[in-house]
């Protein structure tokens, strides 16, 4: 395909180097003539590994050019790629201003391309916050072009991810290829450019491919942040941190997986509240400041505050609560987010019912009944034995098992207001429902 690529610093220049050598014919546009000419010389702008090469051989070849012209650039093209910066501002916002002024002109230049044959796509792959293609961005092309998004133009969102030293090698053997299609056609454009490339690949919308890039970034910086606390603490306790890393990494199955890493509701339980608690004291008494594993606590309460919140906005006085304990399948109170949410709630004064088919008071023995009676000593007046007796006492319900006896009889668009805790699996099609309510979806 014939591509132009906005914008030619190290996401830009790699992008245009890469696609070119794949084949397609592309044209670089910057507003620094310097970048142009280095280009258009075989002299790539940025230092990178394998990139000086490449542009040499690509512009030998005749599959990349650069100009300072973006008029000329899209009107020579089929596809655009927008690839310009997006930093903070002073007060930590995305400075969308170089996005905003470079859609402007594309869309300038496709206004005056309305005769010309097959239907240009406009590829934002500059890291934006959800909301700003479709809120921001596709508004400005549809003034200036004249008509409409994923109708007379395509529009999609290509995040990148492409480390800086390996940037080359991550595009030919990337970890997925994420496309964020507002239609069909403009998806098939995008997931051409990269055809016969390794790795899986997500057509999603547009917004969700803009909070992926987001999703990646944070859990990149949190993982750096995490390792290098913990290490600082095993130095501080004579321990080799590497050491400990090593195995930590090698364990697949919980740690480095998918465990653990779906928004659900609070953790809690016997291990993990006590171990950061114990972690983070061991810290402060070898004076090794821990801030992000001292707000995994707090952070884990504010989330809990939030079902709370989502009961009071319903104006509602009776509640129900399907499960106490903090996992499915045990009757382990210890620390259960479950029990902090009804002391919460009771607490302030909300009619309370609660179900869990593991929970029988007379049951409860040693640590767990002097938990529960410490936390919730009320619990026996609370807990019903049935789901039915629950579901006729609630105006809305909070469901935090998924028991199938629970599951199985609660009620669609009728009955109680449902606060879904844990992502029921018919979680997509109650969200069309009135009365339903996802705790973090």
């Given at each position: 395909?014939?591509?132009?690529?906005l914008?030619?610093?190290?996401?830009?220049?790699?992008?245009?180097?890469?696609?070119?050598?794949?084949g397609?014919?592309?044209?670089?546009?910057?507003?620094?003539?310097?970048?142009?000419?280095?280009?258009n010389?075989?002299?790539?702008?940025?230092?990178?590994?394998?990139?000086?090469?490449?542009?040499?051989?690509?512009?030998?070849?005749?599959?990349?050019?650069?100009?300072?012209?973006v008029?000329?650039?899209?009107?020579?093209?089929?596809?655009?790629l927008?690839?310009?910066?997006?930093p903070?501002?002073?007060?930590?916002?995305?400075?969308?201003?170089y996005?905003?002024?470079?859609?402007?002109?594309?869309?300038?230049?496709?206004?005056e391309?309305?005769?010309?044959?097959?239907?240009?796509?406009?590829?934002?792959?500059?890291?934006?916050?959800?909301?700003?293609c479709?809120?921001?961005?596709?508004?400005?092309?549809?003034?200036?072009?004249?008509?409409?998004?994923?109708?007379?133009?395509?529009?999609a969102?290509?995040?990148?991810?492409?480390?800086?030293?390996?940037s080359?090698?991550?595009?030919?053997?990337?970890?997925?290829?994420?496309?964020?299609?507002?239609?069909?056609?403009g998806g098939?454009?995008?997931?051409a450019?990269?055809?016969?490339?390794?790795?899986?690949?997500?057509?999603?919308?547009?917004?969700?491919?803009e909070a992926?890039?987001?999703?990646?970034?944070?859990?990149?910086?949190?993982?750096?942040?995490?390792?290098?606390?913990?290490?600082?603490?095993?130095?501080?306790?004579?321990?080799?941190?590497?050491q400990?890393?090593?195995?930590?990494?090698?364990?697949?199955?919980?740690?480095?997986?998918?465990?653990?890493?779906?928004?659900?509701?609070?953790?809690?339980?016997?291990?993990?509240?006590?171990d950061?608690?114990?972690?983070?004291?061991?810290?402060?008494?070898?004076?090794?400041?821990?801030?992000?594993?001292?707000?995994?606590?707090?952070?884990n309460?504010?989330?809990?505050?939030?079902?709370?919140?989502?009961v009071?906005?319903?104006?509602?006085?009776?509640?129900?609560?399907?499960?106490?304990?903090?996992?499915?399948?045990?009757?382990d109170?210890?620390?259960?987010?479950?029990?902090?949410?009804?002391?919460?709630?009771?607490?302030?004064?909300y009619?309370?019912?609660?179900?869990?088919?593991?929970?029988n008071?007379?049951?409860?023995?040693?640590?767990?009944?002097?938990?529960?009676?410490?936390?919730?000593?009320?619990?026996?007046?609370?807990?019903?034995?049935?789901?039915?007796?629950?579901?006729?006492?609630?105006?809305?319900c909070?469901?935090?098992?998924?028991?199938?006896?629970?599951?199985?009889?609660?009620?669609?668009?009728?009955?109680?207001?449902?606060?879904?805790?844990?992502?029921?699996?018919?979680?997509?099609?109650?969200?069309?429902?009135?009365?339903?309510?996802?705790?973090?979806?």
């Amino acid at each position: 395909m014939k591509v132009s690529v906005l914008g030619l610093g190290y996401v830009g220049c790699v992008s245009a180097a890469c696609l070119a050598s794949l084949g397609h014919e592309v044209v670089g546009v910057d507003v620094n003539q310097v970048k142009v000419d280095l280009v258009n010389d075989g002299r790539a702008p940025v230092v990178e590994e394998r990139i000086g090469e490449l542009v040499a051989e690509v512009v030998r070849d005749g599959a990349l050019r650069a100009t300072g012209d973006v008029h000329e650039a899209v009107m020579s093209s089929e596809v655009s790629l927008v690839c310009v910066g997006t930093p903070s501002e002073p007060n930590g916002s995305l400075c969308t201003t170089y996005l905003e002024r470079v859609t402007e002109q594309i869309g300038a230049a496709l206004a005056e391309r309305a005769g010309q044959e097959g239907r240009h796509t406009v590829v934002f792959r500059s890291t934006m916050l959800p909301g700003t293609c479709m809120n921001l961005l596709v508004p400005i092309l549809e003034k200036y072009v004249g008509g409409t998004a994923g109708v007379d133009f395509g529009v999609a969102v290509n995040p990148e991810f492409l480390r800086e030293g390996t940037s080359v090698r991550d595009f030919f053997d990337p970890p997925k290829t994420v496309i964020g299609e507002l239609d069909p056609a403009g998806g098939d454009v995008v997931a051409a450019l990269y055809d016969g490339l390794p790795g899986a690949v997500f057509r999603v919308p547009v917004p969700t491919a803009e909070a992926i890039k987001y999703a990646d970034n944070a859990f990149h910086g949190l993982k750096i942040g995490f390792a290098n606390e913990l290490g600082a603490v095993c130095q501080a306790l004579g321990v080799d941190s590497h050491q400990v890393m090593d195995v930590f990494l090698a364990d697949r199955k919980l740690n480095i997986s998918p465990a653990y890493l779906r928004p659900g509701f609070a953790f809690g339980g016997s291990c993990l509240p006590k171990d950061l608690r114990s972690l983070v004291h061991a810290a402060r008494q070898a004076n090794v400041s821990v801030p992000i594993l001292a707000h995994v606590l707090p952070s884990n309460s504010e989330h809990l505050q939030r079902a709370v919140e989502l009961v009071e906005r319903t104006g509602t006085r009776r509640v129900g609560l399907f499960g106490l304990s903090f996992k499915p399948g045990t009757d382990d109170l210890r620390e259960s987010p479950l029990v902090e949410l009804a002391e919460r709630l009771f607490g302030k004064g909300y009619d309370l019912r609660i179900y869990d088919p593991n929970v029988n008071l007379s049951r409860l023995l040693g640590a767990n009944r002097e938990y529960i009676e410490t936390r919730l000593p009320h619990l026996a007046q609370l807990l019903t034995e049935s789901v039915g007796e629950v579901l006729d006492h609630a105006e809305v319900c909070l469901v935090g098992t998924g028991d199938p006896a629970v599951l199985s009889a609660l009620p669609h668009g009728e009955g109680p207001l449902i606060v879904d805790l844990i992502r029921l699996p018919d979680a997509e099609a109650r969200r069309a429902e009135p009365g339903y309510m996802g705790l973090a979806w």
